[in-house]
């Protein structure tokens, strides 16, 4: 299946500091990205999509301020948690869609990232 | 908001077959039936899908009933490793319909 890769896998920073994730589609093209989130004991949450080169488009609630998202490339999109607190302590998932199997209404596979562990203290 | 009910969590014997089942009751015609699993601190990994027709691969079997509104995902010789959340999620082709929403799912067990 395809790869998708994100780094760090973990991280750690103080309360106020910026933190960037990348996710990284290895083997091909992502026309498409999302960023979920997890808490602890609780199921993933989508945060956002983004398409490449157009802007984001956040999920109620989640503050497109706070979490930039920047999908330059067709294999690259990062996640910025800005002014991070201990609220945003969490586990990020990143995932990418490539373009249509087969074209007209085919189903575009997703496949998700090994997620990264941000806890801010 | 979710469109499927799964049960919180199920135990399996190793060695044996492991049903998980899953119901859509307001899935669309054109609506698809996806599974994935989560391992503890992973992200989900895909396991099968379908539209209609029962449908295997070599990690599952779906099996999806006539009328859609249930399905059962078949694993059929659970091993320690398939310990997993497991997520049922109702998918359409395009627009919001498309994205993947994850409800609870359900915790599989799989014991000595």
């Known amino acids: 299946g395809a790869v998708v890769s994100q780094h760090p896998s973990w991280v750690i920073c103080k309360s106020g500091t910026s933190v960037k994730i990348e996710c990284r589609s290895l083997?091909?093209?992502?026309?498409?990205m999302f960023w979920y989130r997890q808490f602890p004991k609780q199921s993933l949450m989508l945060m956002a999509t983004?398409?490449?080169?157009?802007?984001?488009?956040?999920e109620q609630g989640v503050e497109k301020d706070k979490f930039l998202i920047n999908h330059a490339s067709l294999t690259l999109s990062t996640l910025t948690v800005t002014s991070a607190h201990p609220e945003d302590s969490s586990f990020y998932i990143c995932?990418?869609?490539?373009?249509?199997?087969?074209?007209?209404?085919?189903?575009?596979?997703?496949?998700f990232g090994p997620g990264t562990r941000l806890t801010v203290t | 908001d979710a469109k499927t009910t799964q049960p919180p969590s199920m135990d399996c014997a190793e060695g044996r077959a492991a049903n998980l089942p899953c119901n859509h009751s307001?899935?669309?015609?054109?609506?698809?039936v996806y599974w994935y699993r989560q391992i503890h601190s992973q992200g989900p990994q895909y396991i099968i899908h379908g539209l209609k027709n029962n449908e295997t691969n070599e990690m599952a079997s779906l099996i999806i009933t006539e009328d859609r509104k249930s399905s059962t995902l078949i694993l059929p010789h659970a091993t320690l490793r398939d310990t997993a959340v497991y997520y049922c999620i109702v998918r359409g082709l395009t627009g919001t319909a498309s994205k993947l929403t994850f409800g609870t799912g359900t915790r599989l067990q799989v014991t000595l």
């Open positions: 307001t899935i669309s015609g054109n609506e698809y």
């Open positions: 983004s398409n490449e080169g157009s802007k984001a488009t956040y």
């Open positions: 995932s990418a869609r490539r373009g249509s199997v087969g074209g007209g209404l085919g189903l575009s596979e997703q496949y």
């Open positions: 083997d091909f093209q992502a026309t498409t």
